[in-house]
């Protein structure tokens, strides 16, 4: 059974649904009795102490699929017990400690309702057997030497570094938190080097039993900041680099493709064959299925040149300003203190970055992304993922993706903003939903950015990634067929696979419309602010003139939104009134901070009033303080009306 791997199929995460799949696929490679009565304990006739190592990378609701399953920890707690083992649950997530990032993943309720304990991995000790190939001076946590038995229960995720998250990867865990840096460090920039400490930390921990949690996935930007997608299954071993060569046969890439199982097949472990029980390979294969961009090319240059030529042919990590929290832990945790904080900001060196990805696997916020070199980008394009020694980026399943922009118009009426919100109607949702369909594959959409609950928009702009050769006037007219009234695709053009609709904007244009008169309006009722007061546009017009050029407009945004720099330059402000009393209010900037539109317009209808006086705006702008300025307007004025590149 050394060799054995079982896959069974769980749709979703329903508790009972969930420990039938554990009970069935552990049955499968001999039953639970084989795997917890062992150790000294164990033959004593005392109950095995258990200690189950899920993956708490940090603290992230279930449903984001940064961790081991709620459900899944259950399920084993469950079936250890009832097998006469003694439970424990041990980690050493990246950041927030273990009971923090246990109770935001829905881990440490389920451990208080069956009263299983925790395990801080804090006492780091050298094991007396040495069990490491190259790397003699492992500190593993004294927790998992101790216990009898350790049952790993690894997250099926991608990574940055090593392509996937999954039995092996799962155990560096193991290591306390403060020692991991240390291991990358000591890796460098080679991560055939920090897959063979992978490696290492195996041979060492040597778990018992490994189950993988499938049902739902993370891909793309993982560790922390994928996209869950569903996979529907659950894969259990004795031997997790099984389970690894296993998953790599699931997602139709090479086995070496992931560098620990490389580290292990030119080793001379795991090259045998491997019984698969339960479900088969062929009917368990996953069609799509998104990798993170290729590590690194050499094309066999020599030392000297891939060094100057350091950024072209390796990734490196990239932060978005507008996502950035400013938390700092990507700087805490960086081993080679190539993240910095200065006067603009967070900022990499490159030069002494060693591309070990930390920084990306512990942002929470999602701002930190892999962004390949030139060179990467040219494989890309050519190489096919099935030949291919890294993981492919712009290819899934060995085809190049095509990349699609999206002119969209929508009534933001009905819709709780942009951006997808779990059980909530959302325009980005929306328009996933129904693009997955039409495109037969599942569609991430990326939009120039977003906009809050009832607001409008003309011309928002999205791109997303297929490998669909669906005409482009085919897509527009389907996917306006398929969409309810309030969201119109005006356009659908295909781009450059490099076009990002985020972050290659330039500047957006944003309206505000005012119906100034005594009778509201019944057709403009959800698409204008009604103010019976006649306000004083000449005022409000000298006023807007401070809004011109670069300026710190904290005073204009919601208290408490998350930004790395609240300076933005605004290009043009002004005032246009119409007929039947509608007046309109236009700016262009490089950048909005949350409701900074609103906010404004708020403040100069205050002047408009005559509740403030219109030499008193700069000072509030200057004051960067939000209680000095206005109310804030009504969503449903506000449009989005162009984006520019």
């Known amino acids: 059974m050394e060799s054995s791997v079982s896959i069974v199929k769980c749709k979703d995460y329903d508790e009972e649904k969930v420990l039938s799949a554990l009970q069935r696929a552990i049955d499968l490679i001999g039953g639970i009795q084989a795997f917890v009565n062992k150790g000294s304990r164990a033959r004593l006739g005392a109950k095995p102490r258990v200690l189950l190592k899920p993956n708490l990378l940090y603290g992230k609701s279930p449903e984001k699929a940064v961790t081991t399953h709620p459900s899944v920890v259950r399920g084993m707690i469950q079936i250890v017990r009832e097998a006469g083992g003694i439970p424990v649950i041990g980690d050493s997530p990246s950041m927030g400690g273990l009971i923090r990032a246990a109770e935001k993943a829905g881990i440490k309720t389920v451990a208080d309702e069956m009263k299983c304990p925790f395990v801080e991995f804090n006492r780091p000790i050298l094991p007396s057997k040495v069990e490491g190939k190259i790397f003699k001076q492992l500190e593993i946590d004294q927790a998992v030497l101790d216990a009898d038995v350790v049952i790993n229960l690894p997250k099926w995720k991608t990574h940055a570094q090593m392509v996937l998250t999954l039995g092996v990867k799962n155990l560096f865990g193991c290591v306390p938190g403060p020692r991991k840096p240390l291991w990358h460090l000591r890796a460098g920039e ?40 569903p996979l529907g299954l659950i894969l259990a071993s004795k031997n997790a680099l099984s389970i690894d060569l296993v998953v790599c046969d699931l997602l139709g890439i090479p086995r070496k493709s992931v560098p620990t199982n490389q580290v292990a097949l030119e080793d001379g472990i795991g090259g045998h064959s491997i019984e698969v029980l339960g479900e088969s390979v062929e009917t368990s294969k996953i069609s799509r299925f998104a990798l993170p961009p290729p590590f690194a090319v050499t094309w066999n240059l020599p030392g000297f040149v891939r060094k100057a030529l350091k950024n072209a042919l390796t990734s490196k990590p990239w932060i978005d300003d507008q996502l950035c929290e400013d938390c700092e832990h990507c700087a805490e945790i960086c081993p080679a ?11 990499f060196d490159y030069g002494e970055c060693i591309r070990c990805f930390c920084c990306q696997e512990v942002c929470s916020s999602g701002a930190i992304s892999i962004k390949p070199g030139w060179a990467l980008k040219i494989v890309g394009r050519r190489q096919k993922a099935e030949k291919s020694d890294v993981a492919p980026s712009l290819i899934e399943g060995g085809e190049l ?20 919100q779990p059980k909530r109607p959302t325009i980005q ?15 991430r959409l990326t939009g120039s950015g977003r906009t809050d609950s009832g607001v409008h928009a003309f011309g928002q702009v999205a791109h997303f990634k297929t490998q669909s050769q669906m005409d482009i ?76 050029g670069e300026h710190d407009f904290s005073a204009f945004r919601t208290v408490g939104s998350p930004t790395r720099t609240t300076v933005r330059r605004v ?28 906010s404004i317009v708020g403040t100069l209808v205050e002047i408009g009033r005559g509740k403030i006086r219109a030499a008193d705006f700069r000072n509030i702008l200057n004051s960067k303080d939000r209680k000095e300025a206005g109310p804030t307007a009504p969503a449903q004025g506000l449009f989005l009306k162009e984006v520019k590149y």
């Not at 041979?203 to 560790?223: A, F, K």
């Not at 007929?579 to 539109?597: P, T």
């Open 429 to 443: 949702g929306m328009l996933e939903e129904k693009l997955s369909r039409l495109m037969g594959e599942r569609i």
């Open 337 to 347: 203190k190539a993240l910095q904080k200065t006067s603009e900001g967070l900022a």
């Open 401 to 420: 993706m095509r990349n699609i922009k999206l002119i969209i118009e929508y009534d933001g009426t009905n819709y709780q903003g942009w951006q997808i």
């Open 190 to 229: 080679s991560r055939k080097a920090f897959a063979q400490i992978l490696l290492d930390i195996y041979r060492v921990v040597q778990p018992s039993l490994t189950i993988l949690d499938g049902v739902v996935g993370m891909e793309g930007n993982g560790p922390g900041s994928g996209d869950p997608i």
């Open 571 to 598: 290009t043009r402000a002004e005032w246009k009134r119409d007929r039947d009393g509608l007046i309109r209010f236009e700016i262009e900037a490089n950048g909005f901070l949350k409701q900074m539109v609103r």
């Open 473 to 548: 006037r085919t897509i527009q007219r389907a996917l306006n067929n398929l969409l309810p009234p309030d969201i119109v695709i005006q356009e659908v053009e295909e781009v450059d696979e490099s076009f990002h609709a985020r972050k290659h904007s330039k500047s957006k244009v944003y309206e505000y419309r005012i119906l100034n008169r005594n009778l509201r309006s019944a057709f403009h009722r959800g698409y204008v602010w009604h103010i019976p007061q006649k306000l004083n546009l000449m005022e409000m017009e000298k006023a807007t003139q401070s809004l011109i």
